[in-house]
């Protein structure tokens, strides 16, 4: 129905929400029958321009296990200036500041329009933002010196009372001290002894108020910023830093023939991680750790400095051959519940034409929020540009960053919480929302979500706990309330709420306005995060046959045919997309991982598992534009019938953007048409993918990389092999038509795919 | 800013495979929190669930539209006919680089609007003198409540800039905007030095990264300058000298 098409959107728009269903059913058993669960998509800091922020505290509901935050679907007594919350039924007077509400006076929060709102309060001092680099020496010299300029850059992007530190590691760990003047000091550690948080406290002179007055000017009580020589302000210490970034070496540490340079890399974060845990506890930080190869020495290694040894692969992983695997994974989620408990996130930049490790480290990134960028080497625009698109800004000229997130879930009492997946840790937070079924990370109410972007999304799980029959409740709405603490960029201390509700429906006699609620691809994604999180703890199979298994039991629900007859299957309009995302999503990188390395996989479900709805659903399937004189751009069938002779084609995976030009205007470009006066049409047909694709190039984070390519050329195999494989050499005669270029795979195609569902969802005996 | 400073250079295929094109900062900067044109997100559902007979994909196009290339196939369809339904882009201005990218009519694209009345100034090659006149009026505006140490690393950079202008090692899009960023600092527009410092450094970082921080400090200290400073006696008179290093 195209009204709920717009409703879906508007709600988008507005809330940065998306549920699997705009109507939920309202009884346990019968949300269990849909298949697809109640959740939602939620993206946090979804960019607002036209939302100002309040600047007043939030009024909150006084129950003690309640405390939710008034909204526009609370009842309010004007006159006996009483508010009910609508999640525990509490009757609350209103604090004094607002004698003055009236029903044509209202306070902003219980205006409808206001279901999303953001308050800025007080929360102790204004704390700075902290950057503490750490960065590898161990590279070659060309890289180290555009990692150099790129730091050096990147000095000039940092907000400017933000605090900066930098390590450096190779065979050793080097801490240096940032000071305005004389001759620069660092406090080295050696890369192979592993030290407590305190004893590496204790060697950089942090615990004791000897540190303090260290420049022998007076001290300001308050003032952390003195404390510390490992973090200083940017606008003090830029020139000598910018010198002393200009002077890295390369680790001096001779690599003898046939083996790895020795690189701590565990010993170096677990530095950052204990300088800023007793340093600065509980402030926004980010820890940039920039690597040019895997950890070869100390704790969490994962390779040895042998180069006969290679770094582990797949095969090695199941033949379970990966010596290091399971103690540096360990090593490095400790680290990273350390890093996440504190509020600071760590980003990863690796660049290196081999694996570095991403596999073990990712947790790094994945619980505190962090970023991972991977390239094969720091001089590339891929990386330059991505770092710089770190520090990006939006249309108020603010950072697009924020930091020390905690994320708080209310459900009315029909609805539970059972977790979320996305790039965040539980604060164990019990409380009476909290459903026994844990979905991802479950059995809390309360996520802490160290750094966000306005694209961060999780996606968010809930159980129907009213029993089979029960009357529909009173009212016949179903509300969740999300309350998101964090420090914006301009180290204001914000809360943004947002409230939701969606009617109830009797499934039994409503499920057709069920059906056509259904918002196919918000639960393409949240079926898909489901599906990835179990992949990394389950068999790669047993994930493809729970995900057929969901997909044809949602078609025999919602599927119209005749029993044993599979050619009178059809699918709803609000369901008609999902069966393709399906099957797109098992050829996926994120569920087929053979295809690529650890690591790859790694950073694919990276992204995955945080982008907002729109871009996560360009990683299951990719878009596939179409170019042509026959008329305007159109999205085509991601099918290889659509590559055609006359056609450009644009095709977006998220990680890659490619531009393929069929034979025939291979041939036209090759001969320089494009050139001549009276085919300028020719010529502007070929710049227009170029157009879209730089709109897309110019905004996505990370930078994706840039195919330009044409009928067999070498670089088609990425068009090739995402497309479905209609045509292979197995059936190209069967066909009896001879569109479309055949593919040399044996691929299950989609046609199978379909036809296959199709009888499995029309049998009785199923 | 330029239209120049808006440009679009390959990537560096030998270090990274499919390494994608570098954007000018200008271009970023212009491209976020700009409007969005419609993207590219729409999707086709597949003709097994609508009911059409066969999968012949990308075949909306009406049938009297023939698939194959029209009547001369070495050819592409002159302008004359088969003309596309879209706005013919207006013509950009020269960009640097191997990639044609012609602005289209969408607001995002700032290449035309940016193109001021200063596009004289473009063909004009600035004068180190003048520039470094300006950058030392300000150094020694500070000199009185700025740390002696600060003050003479600032020095120390733009000596060392002025060095690399002189000796021809600064390109002439660094120069040009140099130019551009002192007259800003001279009007007392701080924050539009300061963004130009930041677009020098990040589109040219390998020739002004030793002395371009020297420049950052020296607007980030005369902002903070009491207004009265910044035309004392001793100041006016170094905007009159042509003399270059100016030393305590």
Avoid at chain 1, 408 to 428: D, F, H, Y
Avoid at chain 1, 464 to 474: E, G, M, S
Wanted: glycine residues 6%; charged residues 20%.
């Amino acid at each position: 129905m195209a009204t709920y098409q717009e409703f879906i959107q508007q709600n988008e728009d507005r809330d940065g929400v998306r549920f699997s269903w705009n109507l939920w059913p309202s009884s346990r058993l019968e949300a269990t029958r849909l298949v697809v669960p109640v959740s939602c998509l939620f993206t946090p800091l979804k960019e607002r321009p036209d939302l100002p922020p309040v600047q007043y505290e939030p009024v909150l509901c006084s129950r003690a296990n309640c405390k939710a935050v008034l909204n526009p679907l609370c009842q309010v007594d004007y006159r006996a200036k009483i508010w009910a919350c609508n999640f525990c039924f509490q009757r609350n007077p209103f604090p004094p500041s607002y004698a003055g509400i009236s029903d044509v006076n209202q306070p902003a929060e219980l205006m409808p329009q206001f279901s999303t709102i953001e308050y800025v309060v007080q929360r102790g001092p204004p704390t700075p933002l902290i950057f503490l680099y750490v960065v590898d020496t161990c590279l070659e010299e060309e890289d180290l010196q555009a990692l150099k300029e790129s730091l050096q850059m990147s000095l000039s992007l940092l907000p400017p009372n933000a605090l900066v530190g930098l390590i450096t590691f190779g065979r050793m760990v080097q801490v240096h001290e940032l000071s305005c003047e004389g001759i620069s000091k660092s406090y080295v550690f050696r890369g192979t002894k592993e030290l407590s948080s305190k004893q590496i406290q204790e060697m950089l002179g942090l615990t004791n108020s000897a540190a303090s007055g260290h420049q022998g000017r007076p001290m300001a009580p308050q003032d952390p910023a003195v404390t510390c020589r490992f973090l200083q302000p940017v606008h003090k210490v830029d020139m000598n830093l910018t010198d002393l970034l200009g002077e890295l070496q390369r680790d001096p540490w001779p690599v003898p023939q046939g083996k790895r340079p020795l690189r701590s890399t565990g010993i170096a974060l677990s530095i950052a991680v204990g300088l800023l845990e007793g340093t600065f506890p509980n402030t926004g930080a980010r820890v940039m750790m920039f690597t040019g190869g895997p950890p070869t020495q100390g704790p969490g290694m994962v390779v040895g400095d042998e180069l006969k040894t290679p770094i582990r692969s797949w095969h090695d992983i199941t033949k379970d051959n990966a010596r290091h695997l399971k103690k540096a994974t360990k090593y490095y989620e400790a680290l990273a519940n350390r890093a996440a408990v504190n509020g600071h996130s760590i980003d990863i930049y690796a660049c290196a034409l081999d694996q570095t490790g991403l596999l073990e480290m990712k947790c790094l990134s994945n619980l505190t929020g962090g970023h991972i960028a991977m390239g094969d080497s720091f001089n590339t625009s891929l990386f330059k540009q991505t770092f710089q698109r770190v520090f990006s800004k939006d249309y108020n000229g603010e950072f697009c960053m924020a930091f020390g997130g905690t994320l708080e879930v209310k459900t009315s009492r029909e609805l539970k919480v059972s977790g979320a997946i996305g790039p965040c840790v539980s604060l164990n937070a019990k409380g009476p929302c909290i459903s026994e079924n844990e979905v991802g990370v479950g059995g809390t109410t309360q996520w802490k979500i160290c750094s966000l972007s306005p694209s961060t999304t999780l996606a968010m799980y809930f159980e129907v706990v009213n029993q089979h029959n029960a009357p529909i409740p009173q009212g016949g709405r179903g509300a969740v309330q999300f309350v998101t603490q964090y420090q914006h960029s301009n180290t204001q201390k914000r809360i943004r709420v947002t409230t939701v509700a969606r009617n109830w429906a009797d499934a039994q006699s409503q499920i057709q306005h069920i059906e056509s609620s259904f918002d196919q691809e918000a639960s393409a994604v949240v079926m898909a995060r489901l599906g990835v999180f179990r992949a990394e703890s389950e068999e790669g199979p047993d994930v493809l046959r729970w995900l057929d298994r969901q997909l044809i039991r949602l078609c025999q629900k919602f599927g119209q045919f005749n029993k044993d007859d599979p050619t009178s299957f059809k699918l709803s309009e609000s369901l008609s997309l999902y069966p393709q995302f399906m099957f797109h999503l098992r050829r996926s990188p994120f569920l087929q991982v053979f295809n690529n390395s650890p690591d790859e996989c790694s950073y694919y479900r990276h992204h995955f598992v945080r982008q907002d709805l729109t871009q996560s659903l360009i990683m299951i399937q990719p878009i596939l534009y179409s170019y042509s004189f026959h008329g305007p751009p159109e999205p085509v069938l991601l099918d290889s019938g659509s590559i055609l002779p006359d056609r450009i084609l644009l095709m977006d995976t998220f990680f890659q953007l490619v531009i393929y030009h069929g034979e025939t205007i291979a041939q036209w470009r090759k001969a320089g048409y494009q050139e001549q006066p009276e085919y300028e049409n020719f010529k502007h047909l070929l710049i227009a993918p170029l157009d879209d694709a730089q709109e897309i190039l110019q905004n996505r984070f990370p930078m994706p990389r840039y195919i330009d390519t044409e009928h067999g050329g070498s670089q088609a195999r990425f068009l090739l092999s995402k497309v479905n494989p209609s045509q292979t050499h197995n059936n190209l005669y069967s066909w009896g038509q001879e569109t479309g270029a055949p593919i040399l795979t044996d691929d299950v195609s989609l046609q199978v795919f379909m036809d296959h569902l199709k009888k499995l969802a029309v049998s009785s005996a199923a | 800013m330029e239209a120049e400073d808006l440009y679009i250079k390959p990537g560096n295929q030998e270090r990274g495979w499919n390494d994608p094109p570098q954007f000018s900062y200008g271009l970023q900067t212009a491209a976020q929190g700009g409007p969005k044109r419609t993207p590219l997100n729409k999707r086709v559902p597949p003709p097994q669930l609508t009911g059409s007979p066969c999968p012949v994909p990308g075949a909306f196009p009406s049938l009297t539209v023939p698939m194959t290339p029209p009547t001369n196939p070495l050819a592409p369809p002159p302008c004359s006919m088969n003309t596309p339904p879209r706005p013919c882009p207006v013509a950009a201005p020269p960009l640097g680089g191997m990639m044609m990218m012609a602005a289209t009519p969408p607001p995002p694209f700032p290449v035309v609007e940016h193109t001021d009345s200063a596009s004289s100034q473009s063909e004009s090659e600035p004068d180190v003198d003048d520039v470094v006149t300006l950058l030392n009026w300000a150094l020694t505006a500070c000199r009185p409540t700025v740390k002696k140490q600060v003050c003479n690393d600032v020095a120390k950079r733009l000596k060392l800039f002025e060095d690399m202008w002189k000796s021809g090692k600064l390109s002439l899009p660094v120069r040009r905007r140099m130019n551009g960023l002192v007259q800003e600092l001279k009007s007392c527009n701080w924050d539009a030095a300061d963004e130009i410092h930041r677009a020098l450094i990040v589109d040219h970082v390998n020739e002004v990264s030793q002395w371009m921080v020297g420049v950052k400090r020296l607007i980030a200290e005369t902002r903070n300058l009491n207004p009265d400073l910044l035309h004392t006696p001793e100041v006016d008179q170094s905007l009159d000298t042509s003399s270059t290093a100016n030393s305590d």
